[in-house]
């Protein structure tokens, strides 16, 4: 795991923010659109751009991740843009043990739902969140969409490059394992880091549940959550089984 963390968090850094943002942040906004003092979690938070852009418009936010390196960049990010948000090491699935709701609004992107290590943990996570919630209150979730990934036979990314923290030029390649299980399978993240003596290749892997529209669905209704929407992506697009890629979805906190 620490080989995949390091490689995760050198990705995070090749990533094109200013554009992830400006489609993210502005549904993420609209969502809580009738609270304007509200307040945020968000879990997996990464490197916490999403955070940090979230105080940036006067919201009240919670980050957590399970990676001590993600925080720290978190909170250098915070410090950088001015803004106070409470960012905590932490594993989502325990979020109502060191939390106190109530929170306006929960989001967990960037497929994170999908990295916890069994369905039974996605829905002990949901259960919880439905829990921390406000009435009236929303939880925002990106997945991959596999099954479209299973119907197009989808199995490798495009090459990404980006630097280490000293400099050093990385090219990434992430592939999918063939299917084993019908519930997970592997996610393979090679790195090949430029250094002084030439190309260093680094290797490691991710279990990531195979998550849907009926698993996903089936699992937010379990935890509660009766007012359900999904879309392809941030243009509040149809989702479309077999065709999207991404699956977003956003619950609703109405008992």
Not at 33 to 44: V, Y
Request: glycine share 6%; hydrophobic share 40%.
């Amino acid at each position: 795991m620490p080989v995949f963390e390091d490689l995760a968090f050198i990705y995070d850094q090749a990533i094109d923010w200013e554009q992830r943002l400006a489609r993210e942040i502005p549904f993420l906004i609209k969502v809580i659109q009738d609270t304007p003092n509200a307040r945020i979690l968000d879990l997996a938070c990464g490197s916490g751009r999403h955070a940090v852009a979230l105080a940036s418009q006067g919201y009240g936010v919670t980050g957590l991740d399970l990676s001590p390196q993600m925080i720290e960049a978190a909170k250098h990010h915070a410090k950088e843009k001015g803004v106070v948000v409470q960012f905590s090491i932490a594993d989502m699935r325990q979020v109502t043990e060191l939390l106190e709701g109530p929170f306006d609004l929960v989001a967990c992107l960037g497929n994170s739902l999908a990295l916890l290590h069994a369905l039974t943990d996605v829905q002990q996570t949901l259960t919880n969140i439905f829990q921390l919630l406000t009435e009236g209150g929303s939880f925002v979730s990106q997945t991959l969409n596999f099954e479209e990934i299973r119907h197009t036979g989808f199995r490798f990314f495009p090459l990404k490059s980006g630097q280490t923290k000293d400099g050093k030029e990385v090219v990434f390649a992430r592939f999918f394992e063939p299917e084993k299980t019908d519930e997970s399978r592997h996610l393979v993240f090679f790195g090949i880091i430029r250094t002084e003596a030439g190309w260093q290749p680094t290797l490691s892997s991710q279990q990531v549940l195979q998550l849907n529209k009926p698993i996903l669905k089936s699992a937010l209704q379990d935890a509660g959550f009766k007012h359900l929407v999904f879309y392809q992506d941030y243009n509040e697009q149809p989702f479309n089984p077999q065709q999207s890629r991404n699956l977003i979805s956003v619950g609703t906190k109405k008992i």
